[in-house]
């Protein structure tokens, strides 16, 4: 049973920006840290940010300064906000815990291309 959804996804030209949104059940957020994550073609999934139920947040290297996540704990929604995209963001992003992993979503795709 599908417990993450994630949406907001699509093809954008580099330098442009893309809203994620990520819905779930109370029980997967509850005080759980939430992450996005993103797997790329031929490759591993990687950490992108994450939000602590208090809202400190942390970011891979190669997102800071660039990505945001924020989450409406009264919505179990996460969201990512990504600007200034580059090419090498093309991946599927998905969310989840950052620990304790709950069953994963569809992804949602985001291309970066011109």
């Known amino acids: 049973q599908v417990q993450l959804v994630e949406s907001g996804g699509g093809l954008v030209q580099p330098g442009g920006s893309l809203r994620l949104s990520c819905v779930g059940s109370?029980?997967?957020?509850?005080?759980?840290?939430m992450a996005w994550y993103r797997q790329a073609p031929g490759k591993q999934r990687e950490l992108v940010a994450s939000?602590?139920?208090?809202?400190?947040?942390n970011y891979a290297d190669s997102v800071k300064g660039r990505f945001t996540i924020s989450r409406d704990n009264t919505k179990n929604t996460v969201y990512l906000q990504m600007n200034s995209l580059k090419p090498e963001d093309t991946a599927v992003y998905y969310c989840?815990?950052?620990?304790?992993?709950?069953?994963w979503g569809q992804g949602t795709q985001v291309t970066v291309s011109s």
């Open positions: 939000i602590a139920s208090a809202a400190s947040t």
């Open positions: 109370r029980s997967i957020f509850s005080t759980y840290t």
């Open positions: 989840n815990r950052l620990i304790r992993f709950v069953g």
